[in-house]
């Protein structure tokens, strides 16, 4: 009966149910959407109140997204603990610096690796600002409500991830 949950992949449908599952949850709970990027976004600012004070929370900016720990920042948390949780439970857990398709198609460079992750771990946080939502606030949150915007973007993902994928590893051509 358990089995599913020592499963490396689970049905995609499955999981796509419970995300909708949870979204509704989310919805009637707090009355908001889900999303992650935002949290991003008051990390910076928790960070920057390090060395600058309350000064930080002075900027239009972070009067509007206050740099405060809310329930979307433990939802970062626990997606953290729960993808972690997975990995053990599967027996999929593994610490490597470089994975298998990365080493084939680009080297054993760490540096390359570490350099390439940050760079676009820094521009995906700034396009999911720029576009006011990341994956699961505008693919997630936004299309169950039909917005044209979300939609938009949920395609323009897609279609850099795509573009991306093919520039990368030239799987698509």
Same mark, same amino acid.
């Given at each position: 009966m358990m089995d599913w949950l020592t499963q490396i992949k689970w049905s995609p449908y499955a999981v796509g149910a419970g995300i909708g599952i949870l979204s509704w949850f989310t919805w009637l709970l707090s009355n908001e959407p889900i999303g992650c990027?935002?949290? $991003? =976004?008051?990390?910076? *600012?928790?960070?920057? #109140?390090? $060395? #600058? *004070? /309350?000064? &930080?929370?002075? #900027?239009?900016? @972070?009067?509007? &997204?206050?740099?405060v720990v809310d329930w979307q920042f433990m939802l970062v948390i626990a997606i953290i603990i729960g993808a972690f949780v997975s990995s053990m439970i599967s027996g999929d857990f593994t610490m490597q610096w470089i994975p298998p398709v990365w080493r084939f198609h680009l080297g054993d460079s760490i540096i390359l690796r570490l350099i390439i992750g940050f760079t676009s771990g820094i521009l995906l %946080? $700034?396009?999911? #600002?720029? !576009?006011? %939502?990341?994956? /699961? %606030?505008?693919?997630? /949150? +936004?299309a169950m409500q039909l917005a044209v915007s979300s939609w938009i973007s =949920?395609?323009? @993902? @897609?279609? +850099? %991830?795509?573009?991306? !994928?093919? $520039?990368? @590893?030239? &799987?698509?051509?």
């Open positions: 990027s935002t949290t $991003f =976004a008051r990390s910076a *600012g928790m960070f920057d #109140r390090l $060395f #600058r *004070g /309350s000064r &930080v929370e002075e #900027r239009p900016y @972070f009067q509007e &997204v206050k740099p %946080g $700034f396009g999911s #600002r720029w !576009a006011d %939502g990341c994956t /699961s %606030g505008h693919g997630i /949150s +936004g =949920a395609i323009c @993902f @897609f279609a +850099g %991830g795509i573009i991306m !994928a093919w $520039f990368m @590893f030239r &799987v698509i051509l």
